[in-house]
């Protein structure tokens, strides 16, 4: 099994920018898609990015792309999320997944992490 430990939320200004970490134990992160979902108060948890098992394609949310870019290090068992331009309605928690799958499904990914918090002020 894979487990996932994320870190990097906390408080930024609308405009600025935050990198949060998804450090994933294990042999097999080097296999699996990863991707990066959120949960705003009040709403469903919603895709905002996913990475192939190779780092060789990207795919994001309409929401954030052009602000967010995801990537992976496999060298570190860690992939990343950089958000840039930030907005207050992107306030949310962020979860990390993994699968087996290249897809924007969340029922798709068998392993999340924890959440961390992400707070945008205006």
């Known amino acids: 099994q894979v487990q996932l430990v994320e870190s990097g939320g906390g408080l930024v200004q609308a405009g600025g920018s935050l990198r949060l970490s998804c450090a994933a134990s294990?042999?097999?992160?080097?296999?699996?898609?990863m991707a990066w979902f959120r949960q705003a108060p009040g709403k469903e948890r919603e895709f905002a990015a996913t990475?192939?098992?190779?780092?060789?394609?990207?795919y994001y949310a309409d929401s954030v792309k052009g602000r967010f870019t995801i990537s992976r290090d496999s060298a570190k068992n860690t992939v990343y999320l950089q958000m840039n331009s930030l907005k207050p309605e992107d306030t949310a928690v962020y979860y990390c997944?993994?699968?087996?799958?290249?897809?924007?499904?969340?029922?798709?990914?068998?392993?999340w992490g924890q959440g961390t918090q992400v707070t945008v002020s205006s």
């Open positions: 990475i192939t098992s190779s780092g060789g394609a990207t």
């Open positions: 294990g042999r097999t992160f080097r296999s699996l898609s």
């Open positions: 997944a993994a699968g087996l799958v290249f897809t924007t499904e969340p029922h798709r990914y068998a392993y």
